[in-house]
C-alpha cells in the first residue's frame, strides 16, 4: 500500500515574505514543491534563490487572474481590463469565459509566453493555475496542450475526492470557509471527469489532489486527517506558507496570516513525525511512482 505525497506550495514569487516561508518549509520541513509565477512581483528573487535549493521540484503557476500578464496588454485585450491588468478573481474569468469574452486563442499566447520565461531558469516538474481556472474544461484543455508540447509530464486537476476518513472528519461545526469550499469543489466534479479524461488521453499525469476544501485553514488537525486519509498512489497536498510582509499586505488575498501558520505547521519536527508515522513517503513531481492499475491490484493483494 504505498502512499507517496508531494508537498507543494502554491505562489512562489508572489512577494519575498512569501517565498522566505516557501524556502524555509522546504528547508527545515516536508516542503517537497512548489509552482511559481512568471512575471509576479519576486520572481527574480525567487529564481535566483531555486539555484541554491536543487531538492525543491518547481512547476508553473500559471495566471490568467489577478496581476499583470506576461505579453503587452493590447496583445491580450479579452484577458485584461482597463488598466491593463487581469481580472481579480476567478469568478469574473469564468463568467466573461461562458459567456463567449475571452478568446482561447490568447489564453494558449499568454500561457505560452509564461512557460517560455521560465523555462531558462528552471526544469518545470507540473503545471497548475492560479485561482484554478483551469478546471474549466476549455482553458484546461490548452494547459493540457502546453504541458505535451513543453513535455511536462504533470498537470493538476483541481477536485478533491475525498475519502471516507476525510468525509468522516467533517460535521456541521465546521468553518464555513471548509463548508463553501466543500460545495464548490462538488461542483467542479463534472468539469473535472471532462479533464481527467483528456489527461489520460494526452498521456499526463494527475495527481491525486487534495488541500483544497482546506485552503486557508490547515491546522494539525486538519493535517492529520488528510494524511490519514490519503489512498495508495500519489497524492499532491496544496499549501501556502509564506511570511507576512508589506507586499502582500497590498494584495487582493484573503490568505495573510495562514501562510505564517503553515510555515509552522510544514516545518514542525511533530509534523515530519506524523508523516513518519503513517508510512507516507514525501516526493517531488518528477520523482513520484506512476503505479499502473495492474500493479496497483498486486500490492493490494499482497497486502
Request: with cysteine; charged share 20%.
Amino acid at each position: 500500500m504505498i502512499r507517496q505525497l508531494i508537498v507543494n506550495a502554491d505562489d512562489l514569487g508572489l512577494t519575498v515574505g512569501v517565498n522566505n516561508g516557501i524556502f524555509d518549509a522546504h528547508d527545515s520541513g516536508i516542503l517537497t514543491s512548489a509552482s511559481l509565477f512568471a512575471s509576479a512581483g519576486a520572481t527574480a528573487d525567487a529564481i535566483r534563490r531555486l539555484r541554491h535549493r536543487p531538492s525543491l521540484g518547481v512547476g508553473a503557476h500559471l495566471a490568467l487572474v489577478d496581476g499583470a500578464p506576461t505579453l503587452p496588454a493590447d496583445a491580450v485585450p479579452t484577458l485584461v481590463t482597463g488598466d491593463g491588468r487581469f481580472r481579480r478573481g476567478w469568478r469574473p474569468f469564468i463568467a466573461a469565459c461562458l459567456l463567449g469574452r475571452v478568446s482561447l486563442d490568447e489564453v494558449e499566447r499568454e500561457l505560452s509566453a509564461q512557460i517560455e520565461r521560465l523555462r531558462p531558469h528552471v526544469d518545470l516538474t507540473h503545471l497548475d493555475v492560479h485561482k484554478h481556472v483551469h478546471a474549466y474544461p476549455p482553458v484546461f484543455a490548452i494547459v493540457a496542450r502546453l504541458a505535451r508540447r513543453y513535455a511536462i509530464p504533470v498537470v493538476r486537476v483541481p477536485y478533491e475526492q475525498l475519502s471516507g476518513a476525510a468525509v468522516s472528519g467533517r460535521d456541521s461545526k465546521a468553518p464555513a470557509t471548509a463548508r463553501q469550499q466543500a460545495r464548490l469543489n462538488a461542483l467542479l466534479w463534472p468539469w473535472s471527469r471532462q479533464n481527467y479524461r483528456l489527461a489520460g488521453r494526452l498521456g499526463l499525469r494527475t495527481p491525486a489532489f487534495v488541500g483544497l476544501v482546506d485552503t486557508g485553514i490547515l491546522n494539525r488537525r486538519v493535517l492529520q486527517r488528510l494524511l490519514r486519509g490519503l489512498r495508495p498512489g500519489v497524492t499532491e497536498l496544496m499549501v501556502h506558507p509564506g511570511y507576512v510582509d508589506a507586499a502582500l499586505l497590498r494584495l487582493t488575498t484573503r490568505l495573510v496570516e495562514s501562510r505564517l501558520a503553515e510555515v509552522a505547521l510544514l516545518s514542525s519536527p511533530e509534523t515530519e513525525a506524523l508523516v513518519a508515522g503513517e508510512r507516507i513517503d514525501l516526493v517531488r513531481h518528477d520523482l513520484a511512482l506512476s503505479i499502473a492499475p495492474s500493479r496497483r491490484r498486486s500490492l493490494r493483494h499482497a497486502s
